[in-house]
């Protein structure tokens, strides 16, 4: 299994940034997926967890009503939208296969694959 995070960069605070995370190997449709960060001398943290259908979203309360999880299973590729970035926002960003018609949860355990992680930097 194999997973590709794009979309990283430099942005200033108030901006926006879309990362992509695309997975192969696996059935990806039946999997539940999510988002994870590490900020520079901190654990990695639960950011954003989706189901497997898509109908359901788990989201870290910091980051609720900026960032959106969402899946496009045709394409076998998870995205976080992310608005009104902060500078604490600054860190590498992972994607992750979750549990087999998993609902997206928090818990770091219920990951399997992670992807190589995407650099996020949100200038003040």
């Known amino acids: 299994v194999q997973l590709q995070a794009s979309g990283g960069g430099l942005v200033q605070a108030g901006g926006s940034l879309r990362l992509s995370c695309t997975t192969s190997?696996?059935?990806?449709?039946?999997?539940?997926m999510g988002w994870f960060r590490q900020a520079p001398g901190k654990e990695r943290e639960f950011v954003a967890g989706?189901?497997?259908?898509?109908?359901?979203?788990n989201t870290q309360d910091s980051v609720k009503g900026r960032f959106t999880i969402s899946r496009d299973n045709a394409k076998s590729t998870v995205y976080l939208q992310m608005n009104s970035l902060k500078p604490e926002d600054t860190a590498v960003y992972y994607c992750?296969?979750?549990?087999?018609?998993?609902?997206?949860?928090?818990?770091?355990?219920?990951?399997?694959?992670w992807g190589q992680g995407t650099l996020v930097t949100v200038s003040s």
């Open positions: 190997g696996r059935t990806f449709s039946s999997y539940s």
């Open positions: 989706i189901s497997w259908s898509g109908d359901s979203t």
């Open positions: 992750a296969t979750g549990r087999l018609a998993g609902l997206g949860s928090y818990l770091q355990n219920e990951y399997t694959y």
